[in-house]
C-alpha cells in the first residue's frame, strides 16, 4: 500500500507564510503527478495546486496562484506547497494526493492515494 504523510501545517497570521510536506512511502508508488487540495469548515473539498511526475507542468487554483508554489523531489518520493501572503480564507485542512499517471490534473477523483491531512489555520 502506499500511505502519504503531510507535515508543515500550523498556525499563522495573515501574511505569513508556511511550507507543507508530504512524502511517499510503499513500494508500490510508481512517482505519478501529485497534488494538494483543501477542505474548509463547511465548505466542500477544493483543488489547490497539482504537479506532473516530471515536474516541468504545474497547476494552480485561481484563489493561489501567485501566492502558493508546487515542487516536488523525486528521489524523496515528495512534494512541497509554499504558501505565502496567507489570508485568514486559506484556513483548511490540506491534504496531499497522490496518481498512478503522469500528467497533473485537478479533478480530485482522479487521485488514487491520499494523505490524512495537516491544518493550517490563519488568524487575522
Known amino acids: 500500500q502506499v500511505q502519504l504523510v503531510e507535515s508543515g501545517g500550523g498556525l499563522v497570521q495573515a501574511g505569513g507564510s508556511l511550507r507543507l510536506s508530504c512524502t511517499a512511502s510503499g513500494r508500490t508508488f510508481s512517482g505519478g503527478a501529485m497534488a494538494w487540495f483543501r477542505r474548509a469548515p463547511g465548505k466542500e473539498r477544493e483543488f489547490v495546486a497539482a504537479?506532473?511526475?516530471?515536474?516541468?507542468?504545474?497547476d494552480y487554483a485561481d484563489s493561489v496562484k501567485g501566492r502558493f508554489t508546487i515542487s516536488r523531489d523525486n528521489a524523496k518520493n515528495a512534494v512541497y506547497l509554499q504558501m505565502n501572503s496567507l489570508k485568514p480564507e486559506d484556513t483548511a485542512v490540506y491534504y496531499c494526493?497522490?496518481?498512478?499517471?503522469?500528467?497533473?490534473?485537478?479533478?480530485?477523483?482522479?487521485?488514487?492515494?491520499w494523505g490524512q491531512g495537516t491544518q493550517v489555520t490563519v488568524s487575522s
Open positions: 494526493a497522490a496518481r498512478k499517471g503522469i500528467v497533473d490534473v485537478t479533478t480530485p477523483t482522479a487521485y488514487d492515494y
Open positions: 504537479i506532473s511526475r516530471g515536474g516541468r507542468s504545474t
